[in-house]
């Protein structure tokens, strides 16, 4: 495809017809000039598929493979996993015609309230860009692009459509965009989806910094820019400041736009701009077109390997795991009727076939099963029943969680708290048989503080996906080893959560008053306790760290290469994730205690011992530095941290980090001896001085500088020019 030569033989309508789209699946083509149009569908755990010419009758959608949601692939930690899982998208997408998969979501977590968090990767921006770049590579070896969204700071589902997030530029750098950056850089999605929301006054769709400043001229992306569906909030804007295509369609041709560009308030240039960035788009597609054979079996045993390494065990007293034949309590219908597999909204598919764990259990066990519940609630009859099985069973395995009710895309939660339904099942069911396994099924991070004493064992099965039963059952019997780790911190109450109170805003605005300190970067940093923290997750196996070494003579180069050792020490095969993070000893800006910034997934056979390689780079020990506009090294002592999740270190290296990068402003004289002393370049300044005067009084120590400078002037009967002199030095 020649884009110059077709944008030439353009008329003026259809280029303004390509700026959106023909209906709420498909982007404007060329039909004139042979340019076909682009195919769209949701979503990002499974593609739901809209049948074309659908008649009276027929189903409107096509069967597809339903994954885990986009929390519990990241608790995978393993990116190689999930550029598969994006891969078998992506030959579904192929198969049913679809060019263009709306996914992923890859925003941030401020609250565990969020009611699209389990549509969103992880509490850490870092775990966040890894799993999305992966992703988007797998989807997009198929020949189909990837929609990355939602860009950006849509946090919240309240008032999402007009809220303001107020945030600072650091916040945005380092949190929020980071998994963006990331992605475009490493991955370069076909297209990225603007929020709905206003990012600092300014809606998403129209917001020139972000769209323009950022994403093409800083990081040099090359796709079209598409909004979220009815999230333009002035088309002419819009195209003035950075979008591609308006979505959904049909989007008409009014004589104001046409009158836009006729008096050149959007300019010719940059209206072929947009068109050059959809027919590249279409070029893309075109060019990668690529045929598979749909095997909906086979994808379905993978997304039942994908499901059980996204189980994290949370806690385990030993119960687990457990014994086949056993005579099985199974109690709540999420297990038989009522799957929780994945969340609502833009994420829903219709998927191929869907799993009950009580079916799988069966397998194991001499299972006698009760509901428990209905949606929220139980009842006398529901728990009596409960009880009685419970009575009758050696052990019981009891599923609860958040219902469809409690979290979906449009709404955000209102409670962290189970269902009170399901909470007092739990508690009655404790006290006729202690025995109790709990099994989990939510999108995002519940408390379990109410649960805690009743169950022996938790289990974190998230919204698994359609091939959830026989994952759960296999790690419930030890048929596999549980591997999975938490994407994000679950917190003991919700007041402990970092955008408490600041959640999810005050009329038309939210404040992410927290700044960096988000998920376990605000636990860990003020040093508050959880219930289970970032990275968690226990094996059947047992793991040791050993020999770490530290390489630092690559770091003319801006590299550090750091050597571990990991060992299964128990006789079980197992998986382990080991997670570098780093620690900014000293700093003049505020810091988390400490950022992941490297993580390896391995498994092992009894007694196995691997050597992990990691290789941290300059960007790794940076900050952004608002007075510099860019990211930057303080010059210090950093520490490497090794473990096993963000509260469990195991080994520490310290190592001094050099660097020129000015991020600190010069001290001037308003400020007091005690701080100069504490910067080496005024210190060396402060030292001279008082070589040639005296040590300051205690009293002379905390008033700013200059006081004492005025009070050796007397003492010392400095003339004038020497005063000026002095003070000229100390302030250079």
Same mark, same amino acid.
Not at 173 to 194: C, D, G, S
Not at 465 to 493: C, H
Not at 606 to 612: A, D, G, I, K, V
């Given at each position: 495809?020649?884009?110059?030569?077709?944008?030439?033989?353009?008329?003026?309508?259809?280029?303004?017809?390509?700026?959106?789209?023909?209906?709420?699946?498909?982007?404007?083509?060329?039909?004139?000039?042979?340019?076909?149009?682009?195919?769209?569908?949701?979503?990002?755990?499974?593609?739901?598929?809209?049948?074309?010419?659908?008649?009276?009758?027929?189903?409107?959608?096509?069967?597809?493979?339903?994954?885990?949601?986009?929390?519990?692939?990241?608790?995978?930690?393993?990116?190689?996993?999930?550029?598969?899982?994006?891969?078998?998208? #992506?030959?579904?997408?192929?198969?049913? #015609?679809?060019?263009?998969?709306?996914?992923?979501?890859?925003?941030?977590?401020?609250?565990?309230?969020?009611?699209?968090?389990?549509?969103?990767?992880?509490?850490?921006?870092?775990?966040?860009?890894?799993?999305?770049?992966?992703?988007?590579?797998?989807?997009?070896?198929?020949?189909?692009?990837?929609?990355?969204?939602?860009?950006?700071?849509?946090?919240?589902?309240?008032?999402?459509?007009?809220?303001?997030?107020?945030?600072?530029?650091?916040?945005?750098?380092?949190?929020?965009?980071?998994?963006?950056?990331?992605?475009?850089?490493?991955?370069?999605?076909?297209?990225?989806?603007?929020?709905?929301?206003?990012?600092?006054?300014?809606? #998403?769709?129209?917001?020139?910094?972000?769209?323009?400043?950022?994403?093409?001229?800083?990081?040099?992306?090359?796709?079209?820019?598409?909004?979220?569906?009815?999230?333009?909030?002035?088309?002419?804007?819009?195209?003035?400041?950075?979008?591609?295509?308006?979505?959904?369609?049909?989007?008409?041709?009014?004589?104001?736009?046409?009158?836009?560009?006729?008096?050149?308030?959007?300019?010719?240039?940059?209206?072929?701009?947009?068109?050059?960035?959809?027919?590249?788009?279409?070029?893309?597609?075109?060019?990668?077109?690529?045929?598979?054979?749909?095997?909906?079996?086979?994808?379905?045993?993978?997304?039942?390997?994908?499901?059980?390494?996204?189980?994290?065990?949370?806690?385990?007293?030993?119960?687990?795991?457990?014994?086949?034949?056993?005579?099985?309590?199974?109690?709540?219908?999420?297990?038989?009727?009522?799957?929780?597999?994945?969340?609502?909204?833009?994420?829903?598919?219709?998927?191929?076939?869907?799993?009950?764990?009580?079916?799988?259990?069966?397998?194991?066990?001499?299972?006698?099963?009760?509901?428990?519940?209905?949606?929220?609630?139980?009842?006398?009859?529901?728990?009596?029943?409960?009880?009685?099985?419970?009575?009758?069973?050696?052990?019981?395995?009891?599923?609860?969680?958040?219902?469809?009710?409690?979290?979906?895309?449009?709404?955000?939660?209102?409670?962290?708290?189970?269902?009170?339904?399901?909470?007092?099942?739990?508690?009655?069911?404790?006290?006729?048989?202690?025995?109790?396994?709990?099994?989990?099924?939510?999108?995002?991070?519940?408390?379990?503080?109410?649960?805690?004493?009743?169950?022996?064992?938790?289990?974190?099965?998230?919204?698994?996906?359609?091939?959830?039963?026989?994952?759960?059952?296999?790690?419930?019997?030890?048929?596999?080893?549980?591997?999975?780790?938490?994407?994000?911190?679950?917190?003991?109450?919700?007041?402990?959560?970092?955008?408490?109170?600041?959640?999810?805003?005050?009329?038309?605005?939210?404040?992410?008053?927290?700044?960096?300190?988000?998920?376990?970067?605000?636990?860990?940093?003020?040093?508050?306790?959880?219930?289970?923290?970032?990275?968690?997750?226990?094996?059947?196996?047992?793991?040791?760290?050993?020999?770490?070494?530290?390489d630092d003579r690559y770091l003319s180069d801006g590299k550090i290469v750091v050597h571990v050792d990991i060992t299964n020490v128990s006789d079980?095969?197992?998986?382990?994730?080991?997670?570098?993070?780093?620690?900014?000893?000293?700093?003049?800006?505020?810091?988390?205690?400490?950022?992941?910034?490297?993580?390896?997934?391995?498994?092992?056979?009894?007694?196995?011992?691997?050597?992990?390689?990691?290789?941290?780079?300059?960007?790794?020990?940076?900050?952004?530095?608002?007075?510099?506009?860019?990211?930057?090294?303080?010059?210090?002592?950093?520490?490497?941290?090794?473990?096993?999740?963000?509260?469990?270190?195991?080994?520490?290296?310290?190592?001094?980090?050099?660097?020129?990068?000015?991020?600190?402003?010069?001290?001037?004289?308003?400020?007091?001896?005690?701080?100069?002393?504490?910067?080496?370049?005024?210190?060396?300044?402060?030292?001279?001085?008082?070589?040639?005067?005296?040590?300051?009084?205690?009293?002379?120590?905390?008033?700013?500088?200059?006081?004492?400078?005025?009070?050796?002037?007397?003492?010392?009967?400095?003339?004038?020019?020497?005063?000026?002199?002095?003070?000229?030095?100390?302030?250079?």
């Amino acid at each position: 495809m020649d884009i110059e030569s077709i944008l030439i033989k353009m008329t003026l309508e259809e280029k303004l017809l390509m700026l959106g789209g023909s209906d709420g699946w498909h982007f404007y083509g060329v039909e004139r000039l042979g340019v076909p149009g682009v195919r769209v569908c949701d979503g990002p755990h499974g593609i739901r598929v809209h049948r074309e010419n659908v008649k009276e009758g027929e189903p409107e959608l096509d069967p597809a493979t339903n994954f885990p949601c986009a929390s519990a692939m990241a608790a995978t930690f393993n990116p190689e996993l999930i550029r598969n899982v994006g891969r078998v998208i #992506g030959e579904e997408c192929r198969h049913y #015609g679809v060019d263009v998969l709306l996914g992923p979501g890859s925003n941030g977590k401020r609250s565990p309230l969020a009611g699209r968090n389990f549509e969103y990767y992880s509490e850490d921006p870092y775990l966040t860009g890894v799993m999305a770049t992966s992703f988007i590579q797998g989807v997009q070896s198929t020949g189909v692009g990837t929609s990355m969204k939602h860009f950006i700071a849509n946090e919240q589902e309240t008032s999402r459509l007009f809220i303001s997030s107020k945030v600072d530029e650091r916040t945005m750098r380092e949190i929020y965009l980071l998994p963006f950056e990331m992605a475009v850089k490493e991955a370069n999605p076909w297209t990225i989806m603007a929020s709905y929301n206003r990012i600092n006054g300014k809606y #998403g769709c129209e917001n020139p910094e972000i769209l323009i400043d950022i994403l093409r001229k800083e990081w040099g992306y090359d796709g079209i820019v598409v909004s979220d569906w009815g999230a333009v909030n002035d088309k002419i804007e819009s195209i003035k400041h950075g979008l591609d295509i308006q979505m959904p369609g049909k989007v008409e041709i009014d004589d104001r736009l046409r009158n836009a560009v006729e008096k050149q308030e959007i300019t010719m240039e940059t209206l072929d701009d947009h068109v050059r960035n959809c027919l590249r788009l279409i070029q893309r597609v075109q060019d990668n077109k690529k045929t598979y054979a749909l095997d909906l079996d086979k994808n379905h045993a993978f997304a039942q390997q994908v499901a059980g390494e996204a189980i994290v065990l949370l806690k385990n007293d030993g119960i687990l795991p457990l014994e086949p034949g056993i005579k099985l309590g199974v109690i709540g219908r999420f297990a038989d009727d009522k799957v929780r597999y994945n969340g609502g909204g833009s994420s829903y598919c219709l998927a191929y076939k869907v799993e009950k764990p009580l079916e799988a259990l069966r397998y194991y066990a001499d299972v006698s099963y009760a509901g428990g519940y209905d949606e929220e609630e139980t009842s006398d009859d529901l728990l009596r029943e409960a009880l009685e099985v419970a009575k009758n069973a050696d052990k019981v395995v009891l599923f609860a969680g958040t219902t469809s009710r409690m979290e979906s895309e449009g709404y955000d939660r209102w409670t962290i708290e189970l269902p009170d339904g399901h909470r007092r099942l739990i508690e009655e069911v404790a006290k006729v048989n202690p025995n109790l396994v709990v099994v989990l099924n939510n999108g995002a991070a519940v408390a379990t503080r109410a649960i805690e004493a009743s169950s022996r064992a938790i289990v974190e099965a998230w919204f698994l996906g359609s091939a959830s039963g026989q994952a759960i059952a296999d790690i419930l019997f030890g048929k596999a080893n549980p591997s999975g780790k938490l994407s994000e911190t679950f917190p003991i109450q919700i007041e402990h959560t970092p955008a408490y109170l600041n959640f999810p805003g005050i009329k038309d605005e939210v404040v992410y008053q927290e700044g960096i300190l988000t998920g376990y970067r605000h636990y860990d940093t003020r040093e508050l306790p959880v219930a289970y923290p970032f990275g968690h997750g226990l094996s059947y196996s047992t793991f040791a760290l050993t020999n770490l070494h530290v390489d630092d003579r690559y770091l003319s180069d801006g590299k550090i290469v750091v050597h571990v050792d990991i060992t299964n020490v128990s006789d079980r095969f197992g998986g382990e994730v080991v997670q570098l993070y780093l620690h900014d000893e000293e700093s003049y800006e505020v810091k988390a205690k400490k950022e992941l910034k490297r993580f390896a997934k391995v498994f092992l056979q009894p007694q196995e011992t691997r050597t992990l390689t990691f290789i941290l780079e300059q960007r790794d020990f940076a900050y952004y530095c608002e007075p510099l506009h860019r990211f930057a090294v303080e010059e210090g002592k950093f520490s490497i941290l090794l473990g096993t999740s963000s509260r469990d270190i195991r080994l520490t290296h310290g190592l001094f980090i050099p660097s020129t990068d000015l991020v600190r402003p010069p001290l001037t004289l308003d400020f007091p001896y005690n701080m100069w002393i504490k910067y080496p370049t005024e210190k060396a300044k402060i030292d001279e001085l008082v070589a040639k005067t005296r040590m300051p009084h205690w009293w002379e120590t905390e008033p700013p500088l200059k006081r004492w400078l005025h009070v050796l002037r007397h003492e010392f009967n400095w003339s004038d020019a020497e005063y000026e002199e002095i003070k000229q030095r100390l302030s250079t």
